[in-house]
Structure formats: structure tokens, C-alpha cells
């Protein structure tokens, strides 16, 4: 292992990623929580927030700093996330 110092640059990746990761585990938590107490109701909350982001991310009012296509692609990305989210959380109950 390198003894080299982090750069300041790395070192605010590095804070951001882990933030990120406490984040999508405080989330996976939740997710499989609600899907053994109500899945049913988990499973149309996450299909109207599919539907839900899929409408906002078609038109310029949501992620104003990006492109159409860039906005259609986080859209395609968040649309996949989310179905494979329900998928794993589906098979871990």
C-alpha cells in the first residue's frame, strides 16, 4: 500500500462516494423493510415513482442543467435503477 497522500481533488470524490454509499444502504434498508410489512403498496409506490421521474425528466423543468439527451439518459439510468432496486429488494424478502 502507497504511503501517498490524498489530494484534496480525490479526497472531496472520496467524501462525495461514501455519502452516496451511506445513503443507498440507510435507502436498501427502508426498501426491504416496507417490502415485508407492505409490498404491495412498495411495489405501486416504486412504479408511480418510475412513472413519476420518466414524465419529469421528458421535459426541461426537472435537471435544468442538462441537455435533452443527457436528460433522457439519467432518465433511462434512474428508470433501471429503480426496477432493479425492486428486483433485489423483491429477492432478499
Not at 502507497?2 to 461514501?18: C, F, Q, T
Not at 415485508?36 to 412498495?42: I, V
Request: charge should be negative; charged fraction near 30%.
Amino acid at each position: 500500500m502507497s504511503d501517498e497522500p490524498v489530494s484534496p481533488e480525490r479526497a472531496v470524490h472520496i467524501r462525495l462516494r461514501a455519502r452516496l454509499a451511506v445513503v443507498e444502504r440507510a435507502a436498501w434498508f427502508g426498501l426491504v423493510q416496507a417490502m415485508r410489512t407492505q409490498p404491495a403498496e412498495t411495489e405501486a409506490y416504486i412504479a408511480s415513482e418510475r412513472a413519476r421521474c420518466a414524465e419529469g425528466f421528458a421535459g426541461a423543468a426537472w435537471s435544468r442543467d442538462l441537455t435533452a439527451p443527457e436528460r433522457a439518459m439519467l432518465a433511462a439510468e434512474v428508470d433501471s435503477g429503480l426496477a432493479d432496486l425492486l428486483k433485489d429488494a423483491r429477492d432478499a424478502v
